[in-house]
């Protein structure tokens, strides 16, 4: 089963709307990652979070951590054409045995905003 | 300006035959990672070096192989054991050891089997 499930897999939205995905996982996240990545190409880094309840804030971008440490979201506010790709959440969750931790990958949420 | 260099961007290999994909981080980062992309798929892990002269399997390694003769590089070869090797290949770095573990990401390699 996949560690970090994110969601939704897709999303259209017309420009200037809001959008949240979401990134889940029943394990703590010890350090939560956002990535942005265009079809085809690297990852860029947008944001890390790792205190519970912390929230963070680029331009139009905000992420934040729950609480308790399992869930993450990403919310746009008035999106624009350029943030359209694909968005990543990354994180690092203890691994079974509990000796280190391992750093995981969601599948990915396929953002486009039409003009 | 500090990145990380992946070549080629695209690669088509014929059935049987070893491909190796090249990585080159001038970043000065210790830890270097090989990541598989597939459609839906999002990132998994192929292989990860740590230092010099050390690497460990990640979660698909089988079918693949990789060196780290030096702290800059980390080529990774998708040997003829490989049964699925057509996929979008990610090279990272990070400069590692304990703390946030921000990965650096290069451009990408796609590989095509004909």
């Known amino acids: 089963s996949q560690e970090l499930e994110q969601s939704p897999q897709s999303l259209i939205v017309q420009e200037g709307k809001n959008l949240t995905i979401n990134c889940t996982s029943s394990?703590?996240?010890?350090?939560l990652y956002w990535y942005k990545q265009k079809y085809g190409e690297g990852l860029i880094f947008l944001m890390m979070?790792?205190?519970?309840?912390e929230e963070k804030s680029h331009e139009k971008i905000t992420a934040k951590l729950d609480e308790k440490k399992q869930q993450s979201s990403l919310h746009i506010t008035a999106s624009q054409p350029s943030h359209a790709g694909i968005y990543l959440c990354?994180?690092?969750?203890?691994?079974?045995?509990?000796?280190?931790?391992?750093?995981?990958f969601g599948k990915g949420t396929l953002l486009t905003v039409n003009p | 300006d500090g990145g990380i260099t992946q070549s080629p961007k695209y690669l088509f290999r014929k059935e049987g035959q070893n491909v190796t994909l090249s990585c080159e981080q001038n970043?000065?980062?210790?830890?270097m990672y090989w990541y598989r992309q597939d459609p839906g798929q999002g990132l998994r892990l192929i292989y990860y070096?740590?230092?010099?002269?050390?690497?460990q399997k990640g979660d698909i390694a089988e079918g693949y192989s990789v060196s780290r003769e030096k702290k800059e590089s980390f080529p990774l070869t998708v040997t003829s054991a490989q049964k699925n090797p057509t996929a979008f290949y990610l090279c990272?770095?990070?400069?590692?050891?304990?703390?946030?573990?921000?990965?650096?990401f290069g451009a990408g390699s796609r590989l095509t089997v004909l």
């Open positions: 979070l790792q205190k519970g309840g």
């Open positions: 990272a770095s990070t400069r590692g050891g304990s703390g946030a573990n921000v990965l650096t």
């Open positions: 070096s740590q230092i010099v002269n050390d690497f």
């Open positions: 970043l000065n980062h210790d830890a």
């Open positions: 394990k703590t996240l010890y350090g």
């Open positions: 990354g994180a690092e969750i203890l691994n079974s045995g509990g000796s280190n931790y391992k750093l995981t």
